[in-house]
């Protein structure tokens, strides 16, 4: 029975400088230790659900919860330029001992008077806490700007429901020469006395500023002022403005 061929195949010849050496074979099985740094456990995709459901519940049955962590916040930087009109200028130097305090410590902005470019420059910075205090001090200066008093304007910084309200005479009424100035003095009336009594009545403050009028109070209060003057504009005699004044401050009384 002739040999099979894999028997009878010549071994190949070694070179000279390789040298076969006999490693001792080790059929012991590799074991995994569970605490070991170097292997890391399959993954796995079942979820491990957490057996324990107990919760802190208070004396009236509601659960109570540990507090949350402060996280720290982004604060970005933002600026406002408020134009001054040139005859404000002097006012606002004036008064400006006034003006920033209200800014830099109840709102914690930063704020400077740029003469050169005439403008009130605020900024935010770190310590600003409140996200409507630039806009709140923007409305401040603006209010100043247009010539209402600091007490008046402060009053921006602290209530949420004031507004500005500004249009010209000529949005009611057509009128030039002696009939404009007519009808700007019907508005302010003797020493003031018509303004005062609407601002009274109302409860809001009116500038009269050439031919544009601005209202500052509350949206309600700032239409009844805005309707009395358009009365006057249009030629109704001051008596009969009064009158509605009347009527609309007792409404007012009873209503709060």
């Given at each position: ?17 390789e ?7 080790d ?5 995994l230790?569970l ?18 459901t ?8 509601r ?8 996280t720290?916040?982004?604060h ?10 040139p005859h404000?200028?002097?006012p606002?130097k ?26 009130v ?11 409507g ?8 200066v ?8 600091i ?7 602290r ?6 309200e ?5 949005d009611?009424k ?7 100035s ?9 020493n ?5 009594a609407?601002?009274?009545a109302?409860r809001t ?12 109070g509350a949206?309600?209060?700032i239409?009844i ?5 358009v009365?006057l504009?249009?030629?109704?005699p001051?008596?009969k403005?009064?009158?509605n004044?009347?009527t609309?401050?007792?409404r007012?009384?009873?209503r709060?």
């Open positions: 029975m002739p040999a099979p061929t894999a028997l009878l195949r010549a071994p190949e010849k070694l070179a000279e400088d040298v076969i050496t006999d490693a001792p074979q059929t012991t099985e590799p074991v230790e605490g070991a740094s170097n292997i890391e456990p399959a993954p796995s995709n079942e979820v491990q659900l957490s057996t324990d107990s919760m802190d519940i208070d004396t009236e049955g659960p109570k919860f540990a507090p949350s962590t402060d720290t916040t982004i970005r930087i933002e600026t406002r330029r408020v134009p001054v009109p404000r200028m002097t606002l004036a008064s400006w001992s006034k003006i920033y305090p209200p800014l830099v410590e109840h709102l914690k902005l930063q704020v400077r008077m740029n003469i050169k470019s005439k403008a420059e605020l900024r935010t910075s770190k310590y600003t806490t409140d996200s205090a630039l806009q709140k001090g923007e409305d401040f603006k209010a100043f700007t247009l010539g209402f008093e007490d008046d304007a402060i009053a921006l910084l209530l949420d429901d004031l507004y500005i500004t249009f010209e005479i000529k009611v057509t009128l030039s020469g002696d009939h404009l007519r009808a700007i003095g019907r508005i302010a009336g003797q003031g006395k018509t303004k005062f609407i601002e009274n109302s403050r009116v500038v009269l500023a050439d031919s544009k009028i601005h209202i500052l949206f309600q209060n239409r002022a805005r309707e009395s003057i009365s504009i249009l030629g109704a001051p008596g403005v009064y009158g004044l009347r609309v401050a007792s007012m009384k009873e709060f």
